[in-house]
Structure formats: C-alpha cells, structure tokens
C-alpha cells in the first residue's frame, strides 16, 4: 500500500490561522481587562461609602464637616492649617483618623460653603463650627449638631432659591447619562451637595491626570453617581445631600 505525503499549511492558511489566534488572544485579554476595570470601580466605591461613613462621624462630632486639604498631606488646610473658604481639594485622611494612602491613589473632596456672618441664622458655611439656632454661650445647645443642621437647611434653600435650583459657584453634580440626565456641567448643573467624594482611577482620557470627563481636582461639577464606566472615563462619585447628611445627622443627636 502507498501512503499519500501528508499535505503542509499554504502561506495563506497560516496566515489565517494567526490573525485567528491573535484575535482570539486579544479578545481575552480585553476580557480580563474589562473585568478588572470593574472590580476596580467596585472596591473604589466601597471605598468612597467607608469615607462616606467617616465624614458623617466627623460632622456628628464636631459640629461641621473638615475642610478640604490643600498640601495632599492628609490634614484640613494649607500648611498653616487654615482653609479660609476653599471648598475643593484631596479628601483630609489624617483629620479623619485614616492612613493617608499613596499619591496614586488619593480622592478629591469638596464640600458645600457658603457663609454669612452677618446673619448667621442663614449661614451654610458646612466647613465652620456657628451657633445658628440663636443659644446663648454656655448653654448645652450653643454650637450643637443642630445648627450644622439648620446650616444644612439653609443651604438647601439657598440653592432652591437659584434659577434653576442649582448654586453653580459651589459643589454640585450634573446628570449621569441615564435617570439624571445627560453628562453636560456646561448645559445642565443640578443638584448642589453638603460633600463630594470623586475617585479616580486610570489615566482612561489620556490627559497625564488620572481625573476623567472633565473631572479636576479644583472643579466644582461632577457627574452625578451612578455614571457608567466609559473608554475614557473611570472615575468614582459619591455624594451626600443636606437632607441625607441632615437626617444622619437628627437621628443621631439625642
């Protein structure tokens, strides 16, 4: 019997067999990529709702939430360890009795102020310690939870006030590309916040910041929470309203 010689592969066919191969490969490593990229937003928001978590403590405690840190050493302030009335910087882990993580992995915070010494039955400065209430020096109730409480409700109704119910000089969220609206700071503020938690990841918008979408450090505008993850957007938004942060506050206090 003769055995016919076993046919080898054509250039063409493995060619063919490559781009297959290859297309295989890359189709599981995006895969494996994807999934990581969620697993990554997961543990950044478990993350951002234990900080949630310490900053409320914090507001129940003394009487007003932390000011922001402007050196990116984890306490509230400049240097000196004055805020004036900066509203934006990195989430002030030391001052909330955390461990401040690596550069890489630091939050962005920025929290609702808007004072007004003069009357300060009216004031929503969320960042100062003020008797609002009208107590007398002394006196139990002098600078207690419920006047970061009426701070709360003024700033409500301070944003309520605005054309368009938004205060757009002071934190607050646009929509998040499903039930709150389009993704647009420009065309569509909303929502003032007592504090904003912003996460970011990976450098997805290419810019050589790891903030994504528009998101900086300083910005006061946000996309709302519950954005989904794009090409060139990863970043993590948590945020806490007056009313939330005012009924946390109220159930606590006595």
Not at 18 to 40: C, P, T
Not at 151 to 159: E, F, K, T
Not at 196 to 208: E, F, I, T, Y
Request: with cysteine; proline share 4%.
């Amino acid at each position: 019997m003769i055995l016919q010689a076993q046919r080898g592969w054509s250039v063409l066919e493995l060619a063919m067999v490559l781009a297959i191969v290859g297309l295989l490969a890359w189709s599981g490593l995006s895969v494996l990529e994807g999934g990581q990229a969620r697993q990554d937003r997961d543990r950044a928001l478990q993350q951002a709702e234990a900080w949630r978590d310490r900053l409320r403590t914090f507001a129940l405690h003394n009487r007003r939430l932390p000011c922001p840190d402007l050196t990116g050493q984890g306490w509230e302030g400049d240097a000196a360890g004055s805020c004036a009335a900066a509203m934006t910087g990195w989430l002030p882990y030391r001052a909330l009795g955390l461990d401040l993580p690596a550069e890489e992995l630091r939050a962005a915070y920025a929290v609702f102020r808007l004072a007004n010494v003069a009357s300060p039955g009216q004031d929503a400065d969320l960042a100062v310690q003020r008797e609002r209430t009208g107590d007398a020096p002394g006196s139990l109730a002098y600078q207690d939870v419920f006047d970061l409480v009426r701070g709360l409700n003024n700033a409500a109704a301070l944003a309520a006030a605005q054309a368009g119910g938004v205060i757009t000089t002071q934190p607050h969220l646009t929509g998040n590309g499903g039930q709150a609206g389009a993704i647009d700071c420009v065309g569509l503020p909303r929502d003032n916040v007592a504090f904003r938690v912003l996460v970011p990841l990976k450098d997805r918008d290419g810019d050589a910041s790891r903030f994504d979408g528009g998101h900086t450090l300083q910005g006061l505008c946000s996309e709302a929470p519950g954005a989904a993850m794009r090409h060139t957007q990863d970043d993590v938004v948590l945020a806490e309203g007056f009313g939330a942060l005012a009924g946390w506050l109220q159930a606590r206090a006595w």
